[in-house]
């Protein structure tokens, strides 16, 4: 009996869990196979074997798998040459791709693209940022930048919007360009 209640006490906690308690995964500098970017991920990023797009492009995309239905993960693609446009024309760029996503994930609504991010670190860079919903309800915040070399891709999917606007924050914005 006192093993049942044990279990049923257990399985109550997981059933009264909030949104509050999702994790807070430590966040490390994580380059991103033979690329040129870089951003904090969460320790034990599990990474996809690299493929390449059409045109040669290297592509490197990972996942990690961080608790109570959060994952965070990233897409890479670095430029098999340079992209000599403008940065408007390097964000629309990334917006293409990003409907694409849409499409493959099964995006049923998103609020709309943020367009006219600025990295501060690379003032041609630009960024765009989203928040979606996909059929099967999952909330996903996701951030992408471009530049000439490339362009990078991190989203946090999750049963909500993650819950931790600190460690969201400190995860979108931490991607850099080498």
């Avoid at 994790?23 to 690299?50: D, H, R, Y």
């Avoid at 493929?51 to 798998?65: E, N, P």
């Avoid at 765009?128 to 919903?133: A, F, L, P, Q």
Wanted: charged letters at 20%; glycine letters at 8%.
């Amino acid at each position: 009996m006192k093993k049942l209640f044990t279990l049923l006490l257990i399985s109550g906690t997981a059933v009264f869990a909030t949104a509050q308690d999702a994790p807070q995964p430590e966040l490390v500098k994580t380059m991103f196979g033979k690329t040129t970017c870089f951003a904090s991920m969460p320790a034990g990023i599990t990474w996809n074997a690299p493929t390449k797009t059409a045109d040669s492009s290297d592509v490197y995309s990972g996942s990690k798998d961080c608790g109570y239905g959060y994952t965070f993960g990233v897409i890479c693609v670095q430029y098999s040459e340079p992209l000599f446009s403008s940065p408007e024309e390097l964000e629309e760029e990334l917006v293409v791709y990003m409907d694409n996503l849409k499409k493959n994930w099964n995006i049923t609504k998103a609020s709309g693209y943020g367009r006219g991010q600025i990295m501060t670190s690379d003032a041609k860079a630009r960024g765009v940022i989203d928040y979606w919903t996909d059929k099967d309800g999952k909330e996903i915040a996701i951030k992408g930048w471009s530049n000439k070399t490339g362009f990078g891709i991190l989203y946090i999917k999750g049963p909500n919007i993650y819950p931790h606007a600190n460690i969201q924050k400190a995860f979108f914005d931490s991607f850099r360009f080498k």
